[in-house]
Each structure stands twice: as C-alpha cells, then as structure tokens.
C-alpha cells in the first residue's frame, strides 16, 4: 500500500430508539440496531471511500483487506488535495444523570403520552409528539498512529399541537434535546406550552410588513447564527466560492462586540469529544469584535483554504466526514431584555423559529418566526402570527445596535450533504435595526 498517504477507520455501533404518538395513538415504540464503519484511503489522486457493516477493528487482516480496497477506489480519482496539521486528543464524555438506558420502553412511552396528552387543551385539534434516543459507541484508528474510542447517549423528545377555528389553523410546538441523560419526566409543562401558543395564536393579528425596528429572542438569533453565518463560515463552501464570506478574513462584517463561536468542546447537544478525523475540538471564535477571523475546517479544506483551525469534521453514522458546525452562538453582551426592549421603543419582538431559507453564496435569508409580538412604548403589547424576517447577512450583522446578557442554547438538527447531526445554536436577545419584517396586515 505503498501508494497510499494516509487512511482512516470510523466505527460505530450503537442502537437508536424511537416512539411517535399521534393524537393520544402510539403508532411505533421501538428500538433498532446498527453497526457501520466508513474506510478512507488518501491516495495520489484522492480519496477512496468505502462502507461496511460488521467490522472486525482488531483484526490486522480486515484492516489492511479495508484500505487497500479503498485504495483501489482512490486510484481512479482525480482529486489533487492535502491534510493539514491537526492537534491530537480527547476530550470526556460528561457524566448522565439518569441513564435513558435503565428505562424500559413501556415507562418512555407512558411519559411521552403524558406530556402529549397535555397538549391537548380546548382548542386543541391535532397533537404529536416524539421521543429519540441514540447510543453510539465509537471507534477510530489512522495511519498515523491515532486511535480512540468513546460512547455517547443523546435523548429528546418534541410535542406538537395544532388549533383551529373558523377555518384557520395554528400551530405551538416546544423541544428538549440533552446529552445529559434521560429527560421525559416532569415535562408536562412543555406538553401545555405548545397547547397554550397555539390556541393564543388563533386570535393574534398578522403584521403590516416593512422596515422596523425589531428584537430577535434566542432561539430566532440563534437560528440566524447557525443558518446564516455558520453555513457561510464553512471551509467547503468557502473553498467551493459559495460563501458570502470567502476572502473577508480581517474584514469588520459586523457591529462592533460582536462575537460569534463555534465550540465543540461545549457541553451542549452538538458537543464531540474528539471531531470525526480524529482531530481535537477546541472553540473556534468565527468573530471576534465584528472581524471575521476564522473559518470552521476539517483538515483538508484547511489545507486548502487556510485561516482557522480544524476540528469540525463531523459525519452520520456510515457516512464520511464533512465540514459542519457543532454549538454555535452569539457571545452575551452587557444589555438586559428590559433595556433592548425600552431601546427599541416601537418595533416588534420575533420569538422562536418555523424554518426557513438563507442562500449562503448570495449572502441572503429569510426566516419564519414562531410568532411575535408588537413592541409600543418599549413594552410588549399584541400577539402576532405569520411574521417573518429577512435580509443580507452582512448587513444584517452590521444592524445589530444592543447584544443582551441572556444568552440560551437551543438543540436541534442541521442537515447538510444528505446527513443530519445534532447541534445547538443560540444566542441572546438582540436588537436590531432596519429589519426587514415580512406580513399580510393592513
């Protein structure tokens, strides 16, 4: 294998339970198993990939069987790239409190139908809620010389409810996602909550869209952070020119305090102790004081591109590693909710997220917020629905005028390449000017 200038090994296995609860019916309650490893042999030409279940990773033999068959794959490839440098080490897993494990499916069942069932308030038309639970056991050795192998356990659950009334319709959802243990008991709050915004929303008004003035909570900043400047901060779609931020590195792209990271070495749901390269994962401050500093890497594209640190390989079980984010958020600055909103005077305040769209390389957005409220006086007066925000990345950084002190953490999914991890974004409230507020009112 003379012809090969590096490989990698990734194993996991592991077990993945699911339940689904559908308008007070179970529709599944089970667990399944799974057991994959991925084979990368750096060759003269590129990268040969390969995937096989049920890996021996003590035995010499297989190993060496492995990457010369995906050696053969390399040999066939066009790719001229190089890895860089990359620190070593591993950080620990940190400890459960009660072990999602010691539960049996039934009692996860009963819990999730619990706080299901507590959506369902007068009003209420359809709810449904979720439970995961995901236990990996992972593997990795290189060629050089690099092995580890830890066990990670991740649980969660999400309750939906839907209101209706005169033929219109409005939805209240809430989630809790943790890698601290097992987490259904006692959440009947959160069941009731999604009940509650729901059936408010129903006589909440729609917005007159315009430029405003408006206060982002968290979760929305958050989702800004995660969708809008991590996406871009990426080393692939920098390498490929599809980042609004390639070639800005030392540039002000944003208003002055302003600190974005993206740390994997956090204890929140996108924590790793050691990034699917085996490279070590450290905070990566994307910016610092409103410059652009950093790109997030996995150690090719840093070889490639330059201007950051590796560390951000991530991929799904079976899959190769590519570039993603981790915990991503806005650093607190020093202004309380209070203060943001009586700066704000007269504006609107955006809560929570439904998704959206943002197009990285053109450096636009567009996000749905959960609903809002009007803000008259520096005070929250109205309910609103269907409200929406969206606009230039760059600009969008530079119109941040106040960073509060309250900065929450929010967990969740990102897909990219057709694989989905889990992450966390957030953020404290922000106020921003100039937004551009989408509506139908009058």
């Known amino acids: 294998m003379s012809d090969v200038r590096y490989y990698d090994i990734r194993c996991v296995r592991g077990e993945v339970t699911r339940i689904d609860i559908d ?82 499916l039934e009692e996860k069942t009963r819990l999730l139908a619990e706080i299901e069932g507590a959506a369902r308030l007068p009003g209420v038309t359809n709810t449904r809620a979720n ?3 995901g236990i990996d056991s992972v593997r990795f050795l290189d060629s050089e010389g690099n092995e580890y192998s830890y066990q990670s356990v991740r649980s969660g659950f999400s309750v939906v409810a839907i209101a209706s009334r005169n033929g219109v319709m409005q939805m209240g959802s809430e989630r809790e996602h943790t890698i601290r243990g097992f987490n259904l008991r006692g959440r009947h709050d959160l069941g009731r909550r999604a009940g509650e915004v729901a059936v408010s929303l129903l006589d909440a008004k729609i917005p007159k869209g315009g430029i405003q003035r408006a206060v982002l909570d968290p979760e929305l900043a958050g989702v800004f952070t995660h969708e809008a400047v991590g996406h871009a901060s990426e080393g ?44 070590a994962v450290q905070r990566t401050e994307i910016i610092r004081d409103g410059i652009l500093t950093s790109y997030l890497h996995n150690r ?22 590519i ?10 600055g020093d202004a309380t909710r209070e203060e943001i909103l009586a700066e704000c005077r007269e504006g609107i305040l955006l809560i929570g997220s439904r998704g959206g769209q943002v197009d990285p390389g053109r450096g636009v957005f567009q996000f749905n ?25 760059l600009t969008t950084l530079h119109n941040i005028t106040l960073i509060g002190d309250d900065r929450r953490m929010n967990p969740g999914y990102c897909g990219k390449g057709g694989q989905v991890v889990p992450v966390s974004d957030g953020a404290p409230h922000l106020l921003l000017e100039d937004a551009i507020i989408g509506g139908r009112g009058e």
């Open 300 to 321: 090719e594209t840093l070889a490639a591109v330059g201007d950051g640190m590796p560390g951000h390989a991530r991929a799904e079980h079976g899959a190769p590693p």
């Open 23 to 104: 308008n007070g019916v179970v529709e599944s309650a089970a667990t399944s198993f799974f057991d994959r490893t991925v084979v990368r042999a750096l060759a003269s030409n590129g990268w040969g990939i390969l995937t096989r279940d049920h890996v021996d990773l003590d035995s010499k033999h297989e190993i060496d069987t492995l990457v010369r068959e995906a050696a053969r794959l390399a040999a066939v490839t066009k790719d001229s790239l190089d890895l860089a440098d990359a620190p070593r080490g591993v950080l620990p897993v940190p400890p459960l409190g009660e072990d999602p494990r010691e539960i049996d």
């Open 369 to 393: 917020a959960e609903y809002g409220y009007l803000i008259e006086g520096g005070e929250t007066t109205g309910m609103l629905r269907d409200v929406s925000l969206s606009g230039e990345i």
């Open 236 to 279: 692939d779609l920098v390498r490929e020119g599809a980042s609004v931020l390639g070639g800005r590195i030392g540039e002000h792209i944003g208003c002055d305090g302003l600190v974005i990271v993206d740390d994997p070495a956090l204890h929140e749901f996108g924590f790793m102790p050691v990034d699917a390269e085996g490279v």
């Open 323 to 332: 570039v993603r984010m981790s915990n991503t958020f806005i650093e607190n």
């Open 131 to 133: 439970y995961t639970e």
